[in-house]
């Protein structure tokens, strides 16, 4: 029975993995069982003892690995810790305070969705206020004939998915001043995905660009239909038409838009030459809807061309002085045309 005792004793004690564990290096940690220590009991209990070891190696394995994997999730604030000890027990104390944490991660949350909203609904706002005066803009150039379209028209086209991600950042940002939450919102038009997918968006958006400005949200496309009704669109101007029906378009335009530069009082004090180079390329029917918007809008066409053009009330002829070396106009010299019926 000693000899059974003795050789159960050598295998169990060939057994034991304490000394390769580190969990107790520095530390006074008791053992949380009563021991009663006697020869006959010794075997079973070294052999329980080691079965409490490699227990505890597979729990210290286990935490090592759990928290690798919360480390590789992107939680590595604790990790500078540099006692084990207080890195797992600072987490584990995060984790009981994850909803209070929650809860100020969605007020600050609500609060820089707020103010983001509050700046990009500026932007909004222009835009919408830009479309009205555009509409306005068409309708006052479209009172003036151009010779060989039918109509045109400037068209302000919104850039949809910048626009809707604005928009759904401004009504999310409406309903937490009303004291909603993003869970609620599930059951709303914009989800916390549809909000979180608009933010990314805004913020890609303005890290290309520096910011974000009001011309960031708008295309602008030229709209003509020509004499036979067709209706074409265009990116730029210079794509619309022969060249004169081109100068015409711009200088209906610019002066258009110098007058909504200017407020009522300052459109009844000025008038302001508009000087019209090559005017040879104008036909005369567009050159008479040019002088009779200008003089509309206060403003005295002066149209320059080797050619004198009929649809002008006066002909100004420059001479050449001091052997070509300068240009001389004098009022003597003008001619003034006088218009049949």
């Known amino acids: 029975m000693l000899a059974r005792q003795a050789d159960r004793l050598r295998q169990v004690k060939s057994e034991r993995i304490d000394h390769t564990l580190d969990v107790y290096s520095g530390k006074v940690t008791p053992y949380m069982i009563e021991i009663s220590i006697d ?31 919360i480390y590789n999730a992107g939680i590595t604030k604790f990790d500078n810790e540099n006692d084990e000890f207080t890195k ?28 983001v909203a509050a700046t990009i609904k500026g932007l909004r706002e222009d835009l919408d206020r830009l479309r009205r005066e555009m509409n306005s803009f068409n309708k006052g150039i479209s009172q003036h004939r151009i010779s060989n379209l039918q109509a045109f028209k400037i068209n302000v086209i919104p850039r949809k998915m910048l626009v809707d991600s604005i928009d759904t950042i401004i009504s999310t940002s409406n309903q937490f001043e ?4 993003l869970d609620l919102l599930s059951q709303e038009p914009y989800s916390e995905s549809a909000v979180n997918e608009a933010k990314d968006h805004l913020i890609k958006l303005a890290s290309e660009k520096a910011g974000l400005t009001l011309t960031d949200l708008f295309d602008i496309r030229f709209e003509v239909v020509n004499r036979a ?10 794509s619309a038409g022969s060249n004169g029906t081109r100068i015409t378009i711009k200088l209906l335009c610019g002066m258009l838009f110098i007058r909504y530069l200017l407020s009522d009082q300052e459109q009844n004090l000025y008038r302001i030459p508009i000087y019209i180079d090559e005017a040879a390329d104008i036909d005369p029917q567009n050159q008479k809807a040019i002088i009779e918007t200008a003089l509309s809008f206060g403003f005295v066409p002066i149209f320059a061309s080797v050619k004198p053009q009929v649809s002008c009330d006066y002909i100004v002829p420059i001479r050449t002085v001091k052997d070509g070396a300068q240009n001389w106009v004098d009022e003597k010299d003008w001619i003034e045309v006088e218009h049949s019926a």
């Open 39 to 69: 020869f006959d009991n010794l075997s079973d209990l070294i052999h329980h003892f080691n079965k409490d070891c490699q227990e505890l190696r597979n729990f210290d394995i286990n935490v090592r690995n759990t928290y690798l994997h």
């Open 88 to 115: 797992y027990e600072k987490l584990i104390s995060a984790f009981h305070n994850i909803d209070n944490e929650r809860d100020a991660v969605e007020r600050q949350g609500r609060v820089a969705l707020t103010e």
């Open 178 to 181: 009303q004291g909603d939450t």
């Open 229 to 238: 009704g067709e209706t074409e669109h265009f990116e730029k101007i210079d």
